[in-house]
């Protein structure tokens, strides 16, 4: 079940109990970890992003996905500067969540895949 109410955390993971907004009316199982909840970032958005996209094929291919990632990710670095008024770390830490999707997601497609590219 979703996060009816803010859709921010996605389906609880299994074993570590309800929505950690408290929207399902229970208290969130606490002993999820930090580790756990990025890692459940990341999954989701892996999970949406095989919704969204065509398998990646080849290598080289997921090389190119994860470099566009990077690229983006870098872009916000060189964007940031608390002095000027620029904290680009909520985009930074989007694209950081992007990037480490697709990077499982090339081991998915076309590392691990049983047939070879």
């Known amino acids: 079940m979703d996060c009816c109410a803010c859709d921010k955390f996605g389906p609880p993971v299994e074993g570590y109990g309800n929505c950690p907004c408290g929207c399902h009316g229970k208290p969130y199982e606490r002993s999820m970890s930090k580790q756990m909840r990025l890692a459940h ?13 065509p398998a990646i094929n080849t290598p080289h291919e997921g090389l190119a996905v994860v470099w566009e990632e990077f690229e983006e990710f870098k872009d916000e670095v060189f964007a940031f500067n608390v002095a000027k008024g620029r904290d680009t770390r909520p985009k930074m830490r989007t694209e950081l969540i992007q990037l480490a999707s697709m990077a499982l997601r090339t081991i998915y497609d076309c590392i691990d895949a049983p047939e070879q590219k």
């Open 41 to 53: 970032e990341v999954a989701k958005e892996l999970t949406r992003a095989q919704s969204l996209f």
